[in-house]
Protein backbone atom coordinates (compact mmCIF):
# COMPACT_ATOMS: atom_id res chain seq x y z
CA UNK A 1 0.00 0.00 0.00
CA UNK A 2 2.79 2.22 0.84
CA UNK A 3 4.78 1.85 -2.06
CA UNK A 4 1.26 2.53 -4.05
CA UNK A 5 0.84 5.75 -2.47
CA UNK A 6 4.53 6.75 -3.37
CA UNK A 7 3.89 5.59 -7.28
CA UNK A 8 0.91 7.74 -7.08
CA UNK A 9 2.27 10.83 -5.55
CA UNK A 10 5.26 10.53 -7.80
CA UNK A 11 3.01 10.43 -11.21
CA UNK A 12 0.83 13.46 -10.06
CA UNK A 13 3.41 15.80 -8.81
CA UNK A 14 5.72 15.00 -12.41
CA UNK A 15 2.43 16.39 -14.27
CA UNK A 16 3.83 19.75 -16.12
CA UNK A 17 1.98 22.97 -15.13
CA UNK A 18 1.18 24.97 -18.32
CA UNK A 19 0.68 28.45 -18.56
CA UNK A 20 -0.81 29.70 -21.87
CA UNK A 21 1.64 32.09 -23.53
CA UNK A 22 1.25 35.78 -24.00
CA UNK A 23 0.62 37.60 -26.60
CA UNK A 24 4.03 39.06 -28.08
CA UNK A 25 4.01 42.08 -30.02
CA UNK A 26 6.42 43.09 -32.60
CA UNK A 27 9.26 45.35 -31.64
CA UNK A 28 10.33 47.61 -34.39
CA UNK A 29 14.70 48.21 -34.39
CA UNK A 30 14.72 51.84 -35.89
CA UNK A 31 17.67 53.36 -37.40
CA UNK A 32 18.54 57.17 -37.79
CA UNK A 33 16.07 57.77 -40.78
CA UNK A 34 18.20 59.80 -43.30
CA UNK A 35 15.99 62.41 -45.23
CA UNK A 36 15.93 63.00 -49.55
CA UNK A 37 14.36 66.45 -51.01
CA UNK A 38 11.32 65.20 -53.33
CA UNK A 39 10.67 67.82 -56.31
CA UNK A 40 7.83 67.49 -58.19
CA UNK A 41 5.70 68.95 -61.37
CA UNK A 42 2.54 69.25 -58.41
CA UNK A 43 4.16 72.40 -57.43
CA UNK A 44 5.64 71.67 -54.06
CA UNK A 45 8.24 69.96 -52.19
CA UNK A 46 9.32 68.11 -49.15
CA UNK A 47 11.70 65.73 -47.91
CA UNK A 48 10.81 62.57 -47.13
CA UNK A 49 12.45 59.49 -45.26
CA UNK A 50 14.83 57.17 -47.69
CA UNK A 51 13.64 54.03 -46.07
CA UNK A 52 10.13 54.94 -47.34
CA UNK A 53 9.18 55.31 -51.42
CA UNK A 54 6.77 58.16 -52.53
CA UNK A 55 4.34 57.97 -55.71
CA UNK A 56 2.19 60.59 -57.43
CA UNK A 57 -0.87 60.30 -59.01
CA UNK A 58 -2.42 62.36 -61.82
CA UNK A 59 -4.35 64.96 -59.61
CA UNK A 60 -0.95 65.51 -57.48
CA UNK A 61 -1.90 62.96 -54.70
CA UNK A 62 0.76 61.23 -53.27
CA UNK A 63 1.36 57.80 -51.83
CA UNK A 64 4.20 57.38 -49.31
CA UNK A 65 4.91 54.05 -48.18
CA UNK A 66 6.61 52.40 -45.19
CA UNK A 67 6.51 49.03 -46.90
CA UNK A 68 9.00 47.88 -43.79
CA UNK A 69 6.14 48.97 -41.23
CA UNK A 70 2.92 47.99 -43.73
CA UNK A 71 1.98 51.84 -43.43
CA UNK A 72 0.83 54.45 -45.29
CA UNK A 73 0.83 58.24 -45.80
CA UNK A 74 -1.66 59.62 -48.02
CA UNK A 75 -1.32 63.08 -49.22
CA UNK A 76 -4.55 64.72 -50.64
CA UNK A 77 -4.10 68.18 -53.11
CA UNK A 78 -7.19 70.06 -53.25
CA UNK A 79 -7.57 73.53 -54.93
CA UNK A 80 -8.46 76.41 -53.20
CA UNK A 81 -11.49 78.33 -55.14
CA UNK A 82 -13.09 80.74 -52.67
CA UNK A 83 -13.98 77.59 -51.02
CA UNK A 84 -11.07 77.90 -47.54
CA UNK A 85 -13.84 77.82 -44.97
CA UNK A 86 -15.87 74.46 -46.74
CA UNK A 87 -12.59 73.02 -47.14
CA UNK A 88 -11.64 73.48 -43.49
CA UNK A 89 -15.09 72.38 -42.56
CA UNK A 90 -14.69 69.04 -44.43
CA UNK A 91 -11.29 68.32 -42.79
CA UNK A 92 -12.42 69.11 -39.40
CA UNK A 93 -15.45 66.49 -39.83
CA UNK A 94 -13.08 63.85 -41.01
CA UNK A 95 -11.18 64.31 -37.64
CA UNK A 96 -13.87 64.11 -35.79
CA UNK A 97 -15.07 61.04 -37.37
CA UNK A 98 -11.84 59.61 -36.86
CA UNK A 99 -11.65 60.38 -33.12
CA UNK A 100 -15.14 58.38 -31.88
CA UNK A 101 -12.83 56.16 -29.93
CA UNK A 102 -9.49 57.79 -29.00
CA UNK A 103 -8.97 58.81 -25.45
CA UNK A 104 -7.05 61.62 -26.12
CA UNK A 105 -5.74 64.68 -29.25
CA UNK A 106 -2.64 66.47 -29.31
CA UNK A 107 -2.45 68.98 -32.25
CA UNK A 108 0.65 70.60 -33.77
CA UNK A 109 0.64 74.02 -35.10
CA UNK A 110 3.70 75.33 -37.77
CA UNK A 111 3.58 78.36 -39.85
CA UNK A 112 6.57 79.77 -41.75
CA UNK A 113 5.12 83.21 -42.77
CA UNK A 114 8.34 83.60 -44.90
CA UNK A 115 7.38 80.26 -47.23
CA UNK A 116 3.63 81.02 -46.71
CA UNK A 117 3.32 77.55 -45.44
CA UNK A 118 0.76 77.24 -42.34
CA UNK A 119 0.19 73.08 -41.15
CA UNK A 120 -1.63 71.77 -38.32
CA UNK A 121 -1.31 68.00 -37.61
CA UNK A 122 -3.62 65.94 -34.82
CA UNK A 123 -1.99 62.85 -33.58
CA UNK A 124 -5.05 60.45 -32.36
CA UNK A 125 -4.04 58.78 -28.56
CA UNK A 126 -6.30 55.39 -28.99
CA UNK A 127 -7.79 53.03 -31.33
CA UNK A 128 -7.87 55.20 -34.25
CA UNK A 129 -8.30 54.08 -38.11
CA UNK A 130 -5.57 57.23 -38.57
CA UNK A 131 -3.16 57.71 -36.22
CA UNK A 132 -1.66 60.93 -37.53
CA UNK A 133 -3.74 63.59 -39.78
CA UNK A 134 -2.41 66.48 -40.67
CA UNK A 135 -3.04 69.97 -43.28
CA UNK A 136 -0.24 72.09 -45.00
CA UNK A 137 -1.95 75.19 -46.65
CA UNK A 138 -1.17 78.37 -48.53
CA UNK A 139 -4.14 79.84 -47.55
CA UNK A 140 -4.62 81.44 -50.99
CA UNK A 141 -4.78 78.57 -53.53
CA UNK A 142 -3.41 75.07 -51.99
CA UNK A 143 -4.25 72.75 -49.80
CA UNK A 144 -2.69 69.42 -49.22
CA UNK A 145 -4.31 67.15 -46.06
CA UNK A 146 -2.04 63.97 -45.08
CA UNK A 147 -3.39 60.69 -43.39
CA UNK A 148 -1.77 57.88 -41.52
CA UNK A 149 -2.69 54.62 -41.96
CA UNK A 150 -1.68 50.68 -41.51
CA UNK A 151 -2.45 48.00 -42.48
CA UNK A 152 -3.07 46.46 -39.54
CA UNK A 153 -5.76 46.12 -36.88
CA UNK A 154 -5.86 49.12 -34.87
CA UNK A 155 -3.92 48.27 -31.27
CA UNK A 156 -2.17 51.41 -30.50
CA UNK A 157 -0.16 50.43 -27.37
CA UNK A 158 1.89 47.78 -29.91
CA UNK A 159 1.72 50.67 -32.87
CA UNK A 160 3.12 53.05 -30.44
CA UNK A 161 6.83 52.96 -31.63
CA UNK A 162 5.80 53.16 -35.20
CA UNK A 163 3.68 55.39 -34.76
CA UNK A 164 6.47 58.07 -33.19
CA UNK A 165 8.47 57.11 -35.93
CA UNK A 166 6.24 58.46 -39.09
CA UNK A 167 5.48 61.36 -36.66
CA UNK A 168 8.75 62.65 -36.56
CA UNK A 169 9.00 61.89 -40.48
CA UNK A 170 5.49 63.89 -40.80
CA UNK A 171 7.00 66.70 -38.25
CA UNK A 172 10.43 66.70 -40.98
CA UNK A 173 8.13 66.66 -44.31
CA UNK A 174 5.91 70.14 -42.67
CA UNK A 175 9.00 71.56 -41.48
CA UNK A 176 10.78 70.86 -45.31
CA UNK A 177 7.38 72.03 -46.98
CA UNK A 178 7.65 74.36 -49.74
CA UNK A 179 5.14 75.88 -52.36
CA UNK A 180 6.48 76.36 -56.04
Given amino acids: M ?9 LIGCEEFHLPKQKAYLAHQFSLPNYEMILDKCGYSFVINSDSKISFDSNCNAKINYDFLKADIFI ?3 KIKNNLELIRYDFNQKISDNSSLVSSINTSEFNNIDQNVFALSYSFIGEAPSNIQFYVTDSISN ?10 KPNYDSLLPSISYVKNDIKKIIETFQWK
Fill in 2 to 10: FRLLIILFI
Fill in 76 to 78: SNI
Fill in 143 to 152: FLTGSLYFNS
